[in-house]
């Protein structure tokens, strides 16, 4: 959409608006969501969601198993063992990314938990075709890629071009740590990005999933001070008491979330109120949205 | 992603990089960096350098008169006048903004701090003419702007065709907080980014400036609970110690701390190590840079 069409639209939208008393003012997304239905929304899918325990709460991470379906294996693997329990937080890197896993694995020497029944590293997973995607795209141009949009949950992009689709870095973005080598990561060290959209990092790194709950106890936590902002001593590690996959927990511990639907009219609609804010506020509407800018709306269940 | 594995990754190439043959790579960062002259650094000009002291430590904020010459002149004023001297941080919205000024204006019924000899309010500076700025262009395609660049440290964008320019708001930007009237902001209240770069706030916020120093005290900072997360008990509070304008300072107490120049031959090949990094661990670079993931070089002064 270039901006004289989209400058047309806005004029359409300013006209109907203005049939109504007052000043031009577009859909805020309080009243998007006010108009949603049940059906636009969906409970999280507790055979991907993740639940991990820190000394200040939850996070709750949706897997991305459309993107990265052997790596979402492992990781239930590696939950499904134990792996997590007792592992901590080892690196706050300011604007960058919060990792999480085996700080034994960082010593000198080295004394990494074991493995047992997961494996350690797996083939890297950085993209896939998009044939057999529902991919809901933005129209707005992207610094990074030729498209951007939404696969379910997940912030993405693909290459019409090339029929190729991948996972993108957004706050919130969770991705597999590895060493040089593409296929040295399996999933035993995980990140999520808690500052500006580390896009370069895109079919570099094999991205999993994303946070839907508890980015504010991720992304407040203490920096390292370490080269990389890893932690420099045992006591400032941040331990993870448990990391669950939902399904196995009991239900009356699992999160009672839900989150918007992509594929749906009403978050078109809601995308629209983020692109073109006209409120009391807002007085120059940006005309253009930034797919890491999208916000995914979360509820707790009715 | 591993710290250890990338520490001695980094080391092999500063000692191979000169002989290394064969397949391209591209200069890192630090390689960029230890090729600069002193020339290709400036220091912090302490008549437009604000030094707040937190709980945590000294956060410094370059302002930028060449975009809001009015608002900059007032801040300097509300900070010689004691104006934030015991003023604390009420507001830490997650992946948002960290807002600072007077709790007091915020009670029901408010009790504002009396200001002495600045002015509460100022008419917005949302934006500039083009003409007379030294520009320094980005060739990237942006999102939100014809056209993106820097303006000494700042990121900044502007319009070709309407001969416009504006501070953008990335991570680390600081804004002057307003009320639903464009021209209800006066520099008392302040607000630094702490997520993903919200454009949308361009051209409807005054810029300011830029956090230069400090940047982690305030992003991890715990998050209010409040709506748009403003603390909601006194007890949570961030106090501000004081802030000081750098040239009011003994020489002692000043931030000794050099930044960048943008208007450089060193600065292009800066943003080219970041736009496309090949390297031992990048194995795609991205062939493009968001102005905001443009980092801005800052260190001790020799």
Redesign the interface.
Known sequence: MNGRTRRAGLLLMLLAVSAMPGPARAETMAEVLAASAAADWRPLDPDRTLVMTLPAGLVVIELAPAFAPNHVANIKALVREGYFDGLAVT??Q??F?V?WGDPG??K?PPRPRPIRTARATLPAE?ERPAAGLAFTPLP?????APQTGFVDALPAARDPATGVAWAVH???SV?V????D?DSGGGG?L?AV???????L????TVVGRVVAG??RL?????GT???G?YEQDSQLVPITRVRLMADLPPAERPRLEVLRTDTAIFTRLVES?RN?RD???????????V??VPLPVRPLP
Do not use: W
């Not at 707005?140 to 990074?144: A, E, H, L, P």
């Not at 808690?194 to 370069?200: E, K, L, S």
């Not at 895109?202 to 790194?205: E, S, V």
């Open positions: 690196r706050v300011d604007g990314v990792q694995a960082l000198s950085f707005d141009r992207d610094t990074y957004c706050y919130g991705g740590g590895r060493d040089l593409a060290e990140y808690i500052g500006h959209a580390p896009r370069q895109d079919r570099n790194i980015m504010d992304a407040s936590l203490p920096r370490g080269p990389l890893f983020r804010r009391d506020f807002y007085k120059r509407p940006a005309g253009a949205i930034d890491c800018n």
